[in-house]
Structure formats: structure tokens, C-alpha cells
């Protein structure tokens, strides 16, 4: 089966610009979840998406937001970009089952804010 | 708050030798503990994942991992490293409220 996919893969932007990223989950599976990975930070949750309802939301600022669509496909948002916001942004996807299923993640996107 | 510890930003080994990357977990409930492997430009590649279901788990590429509750650790073992293992490797576990939390990751290199 497909994985998850992640459009585009890689993104220059500029500061004060904002961006918009994609993610289309497996097949089947509803809930959606997005991770910043920095070198400085590591891998830091940024919000999950089930059912187009945002579930859980992690400690970032209220320049980050995204929505799901009835697909399952997620997208999330990042206005007025700084440069700390260079990171690569990664998507995953489970099938929300009981505890926990197997958590798949998309390849990400890269973002380079200059 | 659930956290995990990994010991070790970076472990280099022979080619053929043990490889050992140490993952500490801090959870008040059981845990549902995972490894994921990250190669360059890649994104994050389930190894294995444990669920209560069995303390020594198998994953792919030949990686097992041991949960040990009174060590509260979930290391992660192959008896024989190969120069494709170089990588970075990141413990998690999944927190209730439906995501999960990484360690910092462990570079990983085999030396020929």
C-alpha cells in the first residue's frame, strides 16, 4: 500500500512570507500528526488532526496552524516566517485503532527560511 | 510527563561488531515504546515498536529490542553491524495524549 506522502519536499521561503504544507496519509488512516525536527530542538510535535477536529496541540506559537480535510489529507500553515522556522516538517499518519497503532511517517518537507 | 533518554548522541562501531544504543523511558503508566531509524534526507522508518505484548521484540533489518521495566529502558541491539546501518536512530514513547515523544537521537556510524 501507498505511504504517507508529503508535497512539496523541499521549500525556500523568505522572512515574513508564509507557507502552506500538504500531507495525504495511508490509506485508511484517520488521524494525521505533524513533527518539527530541528538540530537544535530534535523532533517536537506540533499538533494531530482526526476526524478534521485538531485533538491534541503542542507548545508552538499560534503562527503554526493546519486543518484536515474529510479525506484525512492534513495540511498545516506557517505565516509571517522566521528563521528559526528552517526545519524539516514531518507527517504522520495512524489508523487509530487501540493504543497504540503503528505510527507511519511521510519522508517530510524541508523548509529553508532565508 | 513521559520523557525518554537517549545515551549517547553518537556511537561508532566495526563493521560485523554489536551495536548497543541505549533508550531510557520515564512513563507513570505502561509505555508503548518505539524505534525509528532515519537515514539522510529520509523521513523516520519504524524498526519496532513495543506493546506489552512481549518484552524482547524483533524489528526489521535485524534490531531487537529488550523492555526491562525495573531499568525502565528499551535498549536497541543487532548482534552485527553493517556499513547500510549508518544512520540516525530515535527512541519514542507514545503519549496518551496521542503523540509521541523522542529522544534526541543517536548518530549511528560502522567503520569498515
Known amino acids: 500500500k501507498a505511504g504517507v506522502t508529503q508535497t512539496p519536499r523541499y521549500l525556500i521561503k523568505t522572512r515574513g512570507q508564509q507557507v502552506t504544507l500538504s500531507c495525504s496519509p495511508i490509506?485508511?488512516?484517520?488521524?494525521v500528526s505533524w513533527y518539527q525536527q530541528t538540530p537544535g530542538q530534535g523532533l517536537q510535535f506540533l499538533f494531530e488532526y482526526f476526524s478534521e477536529t485538531q485533538r491534541n496541540k503542542g507548545n508552538f506559537p499560534g503562527r503554526f496552524s493546519g486543518r484536515q480535510f474529510s479525506n484525512s489529507r492534513s495540511e498545516m500553515n506557517v505565516s509571517t516566517l522566521e528563521l528559526g522556522d528552517s526545519a524539516l516538517y514531518l507527517c504522520a499518519s495512524r489508523k487509530e485503532g487501540q493504543g497504540a497503532d503503528e505510527i507511519s511517517f511521510g519522508p517530510g518537507t524541508r523548509l529553508t527560511v532565508t | 510527563a513521559q520523557s525518554v533518554t537517549q545515551l549517547g548522541s553518537h556511537v561508532s562501531v566495526s563493521e560485523g561488531a554489536l551495536v548497543l544504543l541505549r533508550c531510557n523511558y520515564s512513563s507513570s503508566v505502561p509505555p508503548y515504546l518505539f524505534w525509528y531509524v532515519q537515514y539522510p534526507n529520509q523521513g523516520l522508518q519504524l524498526l519496532l515498536k513495543?506493546?506489552?505484548?512481549?518484552?524482547l521484540v524483533k524489528g526489521i533489518n535485524g534490531f531487537e529490542a529488550e523492555f526491562k521495566k525495573s531499568e525502565t529502558s528499551f535498549h536497541l541491539t543487532k548482534p552485527s553491524a553493517h556499513m547500510s546501518d549508518a544512520a540516525e536512530y530515535f527512541c519514542a514513547v507514545f503519549n496518551q495524549g496521542g503523540k509521541l515523544i523522542f529522544g534526541q537521537g543517536t548518530e549511528l556510524s560502522v567503520k569498515p
Open positions: 513495543y506493546t506489552s505484548a512481549a518484552t
Open positions: 490509506s485508511g488512516h484517520r488521524s
